[in-house]
T-cell receptor, first 114, second 109 residues
Framework: DADVTQTPRNRITKTGKRIMLECSQTKGHDRMYWYRQDPGLGLRLIYYSFDVKDINKGEISDGYSVSRQAQAKFSLSLESAIPNQTALYFC?????????????FGEGSRLTVL | GQNIDQPTEMTATEGAIVQINCTYQTSGFNGLFWYQQHAGEAPTFLSYNVLDGLEEKGRFSSFLSRSKGYSYLLLKELQMKDSASYLCACMDSNYQLIWGAGTKLIIKP
């Protein structure tokens, strides 16, 4: 089983619908991240969390919200999806023992908003 | 502003050597990462450099020059499975990662 699991892997939805992407990890890491990836652009950070009580906005948080339900779970919500939120979304984790540790990514969630 | 530049696409031949360059401008610097990403899959860690010089790891090596804001990833003895995108990312003074758009490497027989 993957250390970082994302659900759903693929989702097609309509404009205005609420969508939740879920991420769970078995690595025991404190730090969790949500990124989106668009063709021709680098990964862009949406939100990140250093522990259950610590949630921080990334560079493109508008239109998104998150919930850190437990150390192992970090969910991303689109309250009212719009077409330009069509993208590949990645959850990632990093050990809290060092700021320069490698990121471990989930398999990705491909979201299409019609 | 912060910026990471790397070529969009490169083509190389199986068995050959290829060098993928990355130049960066960031607010502070706490290291540079290289990740590999096969199409439709998650990025996976390749290397981390924070000091100047060359780090070798099997067929892959990564070089950093902090004074020049420059890094490269060197892939030797190319195999077909090396066809992937290679992502360069810098960690700024706030320990946030700034990502390049990635270099798509195409390996031909």
């Amino acid at each position: 089983d993957a250390d970082v699991t994302q659900t759903p892997r693929n989702r097609i939805t309509k404009t205005g619908k609420r969508i939740m992407l879920e991420c769970s990890q078995t690595k025991g890491h404190d730090r969790m991240y949500w990124y989106r990836q668009d063709p021709g652009l680098g990964l862009r950070l949406i939100y990140y969390s250093f522990d259950v009580k610590d949630i921080n906005k990334g560079e493109i948080s508008d239109g998104y919200s998150v919930s850190r339900q437990a150390q192992a779970k970090f969910s991303l919500s689109l309250e009212s999806a719009i077409p330009n939120q069509t993208a590949l979304y990645f959850c990632a984790t990093r050990s809290g023992t060092g700021d320069t540790g490698e990121l471990f990514f989930g398999e990705g969630s491909r979201l299409t908003v019609l | 502003g912060q910026n990471i530049d790397q070529p969009t696409e490169m083509t190389a031949t199986e068995g050959a050597i290829v060098q993928i360059n990355c130049t960066y401008q960031t607010s502070g610097f706490n290291g540079l990462f290289w990740y590999q990403q096969h199409a439709g899959e998650a990025p996976t860690f390749l290397s981390y450099n924070v000091l100047d010089g060359l780090e070798e790891k099997g067929r892959f090596s990564s070089f950093l020059s902090r004074s020049k804001g420059y890094s490269y990833l060197l892939l030797k003895e190319l195999q077909m499975k090396d066809s992937a995108s290679y992502l360069c990312a810098c960690m700024d003074s706030n320990y946030q990662l700034i990502w390049g758009a990635g270099t798509k490497l195409i390996i031909k027989p």
